[in-house]
Nanobody
Framework: QVQLVESGGGLVQAGGSLRLSCAAS????????MGWFRQAPGKERVFVAI????????YYADSVKGRFTISRDNRKNAVYLQMNSLKPEDTAVYYC???????????????WGQGTQVTVSS
Protein backbone atom coordinates (compact mmCIF):
# COMPACT_ATOMS: atom_id res chain seq x y z
CA GLN A 1 0.00 0.00 0.00
CA VAL A 2 1.32 3.44 -0.96
CA GLN A 3 -0.21 6.74 0.03
CA LEU A 4 0.69 9.84 -1.96
CA VAL A 5 0.31 13.47 -0.96
CA GLU A 6 1.04 16.31 -3.38
CA SER A 7 1.98 19.85 -2.41
CA GLY A 8 3.45 22.98 -3.92
CA GLY A 9 0.67 24.13 -6.19
CA GLY A 10 -0.53 27.70 -6.34
CA LEU A 11 -1.12 30.77 -8.44
CA VAL A 12 1.73 32.04 -10.61
CA GLN A 13 2.09 34.46 -13.49
CA ALA A 14 2.96 33.26 -16.96
CA GLY A 15 6.70 32.75 -17.26
CA GLY A 16 7.04 31.89 -13.60
CA SER A 17 8.05 28.68 -11.85
CA LEU A 18 6.65 26.25 -9.33
CA ARG A 19 8.01 23.08 -7.76
CA LEU A 20 5.56 20.35 -6.95
CA SER A 21 6.34 17.66 -4.40
CA CYS A 22 4.76 14.29 -3.83
CA ALA A 23 5.43 12.54 -0.53
CA ALA A 24 4.92 8.80 -0.39
CA SER A 25 4.34 6.51 2.56
CA UNK A 26 5.39 2.89 2.71
CA UNK A 27 8.64 1.03 2.33
CA UNK A 28 8.08 -0.03 -1.27
CA UNK A 29 8.44 3.40 -2.87
CA UNK A 30 11.51 2.46 -4.91
CA UNK A 31 9.66 -0.45 -6.53
CA UNK A 32 7.40 1.97 -8.42
CA UNK A 33 7.97 4.25 -11.34
CA MET A 34 6.46 7.62 -10.49
CA GLY A 35 4.50 9.84 -12.81
CA TRP A 36 2.89 13.25 -12.89
CA PHE A 37 -0.41 13.80 -14.66
CA ARG A 38 -2.66 16.81 -14.93
CA GLN A 39 -6.35 17.40 -15.43
CA ALA A 40 -7.85 20.67 -16.63
CA PRO A 41 -11.53 21.46 -16.01
CA GLY A 42 -13.77 19.40 -18.26
CA LYS A 43 -10.87 17.41 -19.69
CA GLU A 44 -9.34 14.01 -19.13
CA ARG A 45 -6.33 13.38 -16.95
CA VAL A 46 -3.24 13.41 -19.17
CA PHE A 47 0.35 12.32 -18.83
CA VAL A 48 2.99 14.94 -18.00
CA ALA A 49 6.19 13.14 -16.96
CA ILE A 50 7.51 9.89 -15.55
CA UNK A 51 10.68 8.85 -13.71
CA UNK A 52 11.97 5.31 -13.40
CA UNK A 53 12.33 3.44 -10.12
CA UNK A 54 15.87 4.63 -9.43
CA UNK A 55 15.65 7.97 -11.21
CA UNK A 56 17.94 7.06 -14.08
CA UNK A 57 15.36 7.48 -16.80
CA UNK A 58 12.73 10.14 -17.46
CA TYR A 59 10.17 10.84 -20.15
CA TYR A 60 8.04 13.92 -20.84
CA ALA A 61 4.96 14.89 -22.76
CA ASP A 62 5.85 17.06 -25.75
CA SER A 63 3.87 19.95 -24.26
CA VAL A 64 6.22 20.25 -21.27
CA LYS A 65 9.52 19.02 -22.68
CA GLY A 66 12.31 21.49 -21.99
CA ARG A 67 10.26 23.35 -19.36
CA PHE A 68 9.48 20.70 -16.72
CA THR A 69 11.87 18.40 -14.88
CA ILE A 70 10.85 15.32 -12.91
CA SER A 71 13.09 13.86 -10.22
CA ARG A 72 12.88 11.60 -7.20
CA ASP A 73 14.65 10.97 -3.93
CA ASN A 74 14.15 7.41 -2.74
CA ARG A 75 15.76 8.17 0.62
CA LYS A 76 12.99 10.68 1.27
CA ASN A 77 10.22 8.74 -0.50
CA ALA A 78 9.51 11.77 -2.64
CA VAL A 79 9.09 12.77 -6.26
CA TYR A 80 9.26 16.30 -7.61
CA LEU A 81 8.16 18.27 -10.64
CA GLN A 82 10.05 21.48 -11.33
CA MET A 83 7.97 23.62 -13.66
CA ASN A 84 9.57 26.58 -15.40
CA SER A 85 8.35 29.00 -18.06
CA LEU A 86 4.78 28.28 -17.08
CA LYS A 87 1.99 29.06 -19.50
CA PRO A 88 -1.75 29.61 -18.92
CA GLU A 89 -2.41 26.29 -20.65
CA ASP A 90 -0.50 24.55 -17.85
CA THR A 91 -3.37 25.40 -15.52
CA ALA A 92 -4.75 22.15 -14.09
CA VAL A 93 -4.90 19.92 -11.06
CA TYR A 94 -1.64 17.99 -10.93
CA TYR A 95 -1.57 14.41 -9.65
CA CYS A 96 1.29 12.11 -8.85
CA UNK A 97 0.89 8.40 -9.33
CA UNK A 98 2.79 5.19 -8.66
CA UNK A 99 3.06 2.61 -11.43
CA UNK A 100 4.35 -0.94 -11.27
CA UNK A 101 4.97 -0.99 -15.02
CA UNK A 102 6.28 2.52 -15.58
CA UNK A 103 3.95 3.38 -18.43
CA UNK A 104 2.11 6.53 -19.42
CA UNK A 105 -1.57 5.58 -19.27
CA UNK A 106 -3.71 6.38 -16.25
CA UNK A 107 -4.93 2.78 -16.03
CA UNK A 108 -1.34 1.60 -15.51
CA UNK A 109 -1.13 3.41 -12.18
CA UNK A 110 -1.80 1.64 -8.91
CA UNK A 111 -1.96 4.63 -6.56
CA TRP A 112 -2.81 8.31 -6.87
CA GLY A 113 -2.54 11.38 -4.71
CA GLN A 114 -5.38 13.82 -4.14
CA GLY A 115 -3.95 16.45 -6.50
CA THR A 116 -2.70 20.00 -6.17
CA GLN A 117 -4.06 22.97 -8.12
CA VAL A 118 -1.74 24.95 -10.39
CA THR A 119 -3.11 28.16 -11.87
CA VAL A 120 -1.09 30.22 -14.33
CA SER A 121 -2.36 33.72 -15.04
CA SER A 122 -1.65 35.56 -18.27
Amino acid sequence: QVQLVESGGGLVQAGGSLRLSCAASGRTFSTYAMGWFRQAPGKERVFVAIVSRYGDSTYYADSVKGRFTISRDNRKNAVYLQMNSLKPEDTAVYYCGASTYGLRNTYDYDYWGQGTQVTVSS
